[in-house]
């Protein structure tokens, strides 16, 4: 798959897994994503050359109660990781996230370390 991540996927509020990993998407993460209540994995990785082309900053996540697992590793995000970063993420479990291979500067926000 490529282009853009459609906007229209914030329409899904009930989908809990979206996996669109080692593709070829272009853009940004709409930040529609936010709108997806029982999202619980959401994975845009591109592991084979971590050449992926998702550009802007790291959205926040910070809607997504039901949130367990991030994987967008080899992109091209920039920016640091927004201190309020999967901020109302309820789950008692083991959270997975990866960012690696991306352009992200600064320092994990000590209100990750739950």
């Keep these: 798959l490529s282009g853009h991540v459609p906007s229209e996927i914030g329409f899904l ?35 084979v050359n971590h050449k992926g082309e998702l550009t802007g900053t790291l959205p926040k996540f910070h809607h997504l109660p039901n949130i ?19 901020q109302n993420a309820t789950t008692t479990n083991e959270m997975h996230i990866g960012l690696s291979y991306n352009q992200l500067t600064g320092s994990i926000p000590l209100e990750l370390q739950r």
Aim: aromatic letters at 8%.
């Design 68 to 86: 367990q697992e991030v994987f967008l590793e080899g992109n091209a995000l920039t920016g640091s990781i927004p201190r309020d970063f999967l």
């Design 13 to 47: 509020s009930n989908i809990q897994v979206v996996v669109l990993a080692e593709n070829a998407f272009t853009g940004t993460i709409p930040t529609v994503v936010n709108k997806m209540a029982s999202l619980v994995t959401w994975s845009l990785h591109n592991h």
